[in-house]
Each structure stands twice: as structure tokens, then as C-alpha cells.
């Protein structure tokens, strides 16, 4: 595909999570958009933010970046907003619907003014826990519902809507990374080994898990499995991220029991320092999309202990990649866990290995990237007829035939 036919996209990307926000989320918005920007695609990305003071527009490269304050009414939030896209409103040619409840409640209302495709790119989250509350299911359905094309990260995504929605085909554009970025430094396989040897026990494997770490992400679930999967002793426990209060209390209630180490969130490039120093990284979800984390540490030739969720069922395999149990069972769990006490170091650097040359070969930036502009391309209409100053011919309701 050539590159000269995406200067005729202008995208409208709302979501809740993009830089300076930490997380996942923030992390493939982030990554999804300056890629599209690479391809020569224009973006105006709004970020609806609860911690911005003031609606604040920057001139990126190919774009605009616009922070927009939700305060105490998003309501309000999302009508300025409007006003401040309403005056260039004829050069959009999609709207994006991407992490969060208002993009998904937004994003239809924005593409019917506009009279662009709506695209709803569904994550993990987006679908799984709204889909069962009272309160978010409707916008799910809606946004959903109205959408020229619905993407998700993982394929059990695509059949539960597809099983709800039988008009909808949804595409599976999985999470990509680019691994000439992603790279360790010569220097961190020694940093981490001097850790090791400084904070593990010998003979103790290092089990890492990364990001916001909480119950209904299988924070507890595989703490307390660990705790009696009676190989206790033979793990030490890395915390890289956010531990939500839930787990910080497990771990005090326990202490002593499960050797760990704790740090927050560090910068992108110190990340691969921390990887570095894992046996196996952990990814124990009881539902998910397809995890940066998992794209991260098998891209560092890691291995996995991974719940078969979401996407990570699309991936990964048994032996191959990591040791892998159904989640949230206890006993696939242990028996993961025994199987990793008992593996040689060869085993797991061998199944690290597998894991990056899969990466490489399937999750890389390039398709990713090409997956949505095909979608955006697909779903591309001529533009819109106008009048001689510029302003959209006027709406004639065919009831009456006056325009009143």
C-alpha cells in the first residue's frame, strides 16, 4: 500500500488514555497514533483528562494534540469540545472511538454530526467489564452498533460481539511493537544480574509482574495460588508498576511468606532493565485484550506463565512460549507454577526465544499499523457536497420538503 493514499485521512481520535497517562491503554494510543502519524495520516487526538485544569490544543506533526478538562461535568466537557472542533468540522473523514466509557458515548454523537464513519477500536476492558454493568452496557452496545467497522486486540473479543451482534464482523488487529526500538542496553543484563544477586536467594527464580497490578487482573488470584502451591520457596516475586491497595495488603497480611521486590512505574527506557531480570513474566488475568506486557517480555525473550485470556490465547503456546493455564483455575495454575520450579534454565531461555521470534513474526508495528489503515481506507467516503462559501447543504426534512 502506498503511503501517498493515506494524506487524505483525517481522524478524530477520542480517548481517555494517552500520554501523559500511564498504563497499557495509554501506551497503545500512544503508540497506534504517532505510527498512523508516521504513515502520513493527520490526527486531531482528544484526550478527555479528569486531572487537565484547562482545554489546552497543541500542534503536533501531522495533527493536533487537545487536552479537554472533564471537571465535575463531562457533559459540558464533551459540548466545548465540540465547539472547538465544530469550526474545521468539514475536514474530518472518521472519528475513533479508543479506551474509556466517554469516547464510546461520544464518538457516535460526534460521527453523526459530522457525517464521517465512526470507528470503535475495542481493547480488553472496553467490552469485558462494561458489557455486564448496568450503568455502561448501553454505550458498549452503541457505539458498538453504530460503528462502520468495530476492531478488537484479541479473537474471543470478536465472537462474543459477533454472537451479539450478528450484522457485525469485527476485525482482529492485534497489538503490535516495534523491536528495533525495543532493545536492552548492553549494560542492564549486567544491572540485573548484580540485583539478583543482591535481592534473590540463590536458586530462587524471579517471576515479574508488570504494570497496574490488581484482583480482577489475577493479582490475588496468583498470590494466593503461589502462597499454596506449596514450591513457595522457590520464587521471588517482581513488582514493576502500580499495586493496587488490595494486593499492597495481601503482601503486609503475608509478609514473609512470599519473597518480593517492589518498584513504581519507571520511565519506557528503564524498562528492560527490570525484564532483564525475570525468569518469567507473569500475566494471571481473568479476561484481558492482548497485553503490551506480554509483547514486551517475549520481545526481550522472556518467557511467559500466562492465563490463556484474551489475546494470549491467540499467541501463545504451551512449551513453546511459556507455561500457560485456563484462568482462573487454581490447579492449571500450581501445576504452571510447578513446571516452572522444575524447567532448566536452557528450557526457559529456549521458550524466550520462541516467544520473540513469534513477536517478531506476527505482533510487529508494521502490521499493525497496516491493519488500521486498510480499515481506514475501506471505509473512507467522498466528501461531503458543499456550497459556494464553504457550508454543508442544508438539511430538507422530506416530511415537509421547506428545510424548516
Known amino acids: 500500500m502506498s503511503d501517498t493514499t493515506t494524506t487524505s485521512l483525517r481522524l478524530l481520535w477520542l480517548t481517555e488514555n494517552y500520554f501523559p497517562s500511564r ?5 497503545s494510543c500512544d503508540r497506534i497514533v504517532h505510527a498512523l502519524r508516521r504513515r502520513g495520516v493527520v490526527i486531531d487526538v482528544a484526550h478527555l483528562s479528569s486531572r487537565a485544569p484547562t482545554m489546552k490544543v497543541e500542534t503536533r506533526q501531522q495533527g493536533r494534540d487537545l487536552v479537554c478538562p472533564l471537571g465535575n461535568d463531562p457533559s459540558h466537557a464533551l459540548n466545548c469540545l465540540w465547539n472547538v472542533l465544530a469550526s474545521e468540522a468539514q475536514g474530518f473523514t472518521h472519528v475513533i472511538a479508543f479506551g474509556g466509557t466517554l469516547p464510546l458515548i461520544a464518538a457516535p454523537v460526534f460521527a453523526a454530526w459530522l457525517d464521517v464513519p465512526l470507528i470503535t477500536l475495542i481493547r480488553g476492558n472496553d467490552f469485558d467489564a462494561a458489557i455486564f454493568s448496568p450503568k455502561r452496557a448501553d454505550v458498549v452496545r452503541h457505539a458498538l452498533d453504530k460503528a462502520a467497522r468495530v476492531c478488537v486486540v484479541s479473537r474471543d473479543k470478536a465472537q462474543k460481539i459477533h454472537a451479539l451482534f450478528p450484522h457485525i464482523q469485527p476485525l482482529w488487529i492485534p497489538n503490535g511493537i516495534d523491536l528495533n526500538e525495543w532493545q536492552a542496553l548492553p549494560s542492564f543484563h549486567e544491572r540485573a544480574q548484580q540485583w539478583r544477586k543482591e535481592k534473590v536467594l540463590p536458586g530462587r527464580r524471579v517471576l515479574g509482574m508488570f504494570g497496574h497490578i490488581k484482583p480482577k487482573k489475577g493479582g490475588l488470584f496468583f498470590l494466593e495460588t503461589l502462597l499454596h502451591s506449596g514450591c513457595a520457596d522457590q520464587f521471588h516475586l517482581l ?25 513504581p512505574f519507571v520511565d519506557r527506557y528503564e524498562m528492560p532493565l527490570h525484564y532483564q531480570a525475570c525468569d518469567l ?7 484481558d485484550g492482548l497485553p503490551n506486557v506480554l509483547l514486551e517480555a517475549a520481545g526481550l525473550g522472556v518467557a511467559l506463565l500466562a492465563a ?3 489475546g494470549m490465547a491467540d499467541v ?15 490447579h492449571q495454575c500450581r501445576q504452571a507454577l510447578e513446571r516452572a520450579a522444575r524447567a532448566s534454565a536452557a528450557e526457559l531461555q529456549a ?28 471505509t473512507l467516503r467522498a466528501p461531503q457536497t458543499v456550497d459556494s462559501e464553504g457550508v454543508a447543504e442544508p438539511f430538507v426534512d422530506n416530511k415537509r420538503g421547506d428545510g424548516t
Open 23 to 27: 498504563g497499557g491503554m495509554a501506551q
Open 281 to 287: 513474566v507473569v500475566i494471571a488475568s481473568f479476561y
Open 239 to 263: 513488582f514493576v508498576g502500580e499495586l493496587d491497595p488490595a494486593i499492597t495488603d495481601w503482601l503486609q497480611l503475608h509478609q514473609g511468606e512470599i519473597a518480593h521486590s517492589i518498584f
Open 351 to 378: 521458550m524466550g526465544a520462541q516467544a520473540r521470534r513469534m513477536v517478531a513474526a506476527r505482533l510487529n508495528l508494521e502490521a499493525e499499523t497496516t491493519g488500521y489503515l486498510n480499515v481506514l481506507l475501506d
Open 316 to 330: 501463545l503456546e504451551e512449551a513453546q512460549h511459556g507455561l500457560l493455564f485456563y484462568p482462573g483455575d487454581a
Open 308 to 310: 490463556r485470556a484474551g
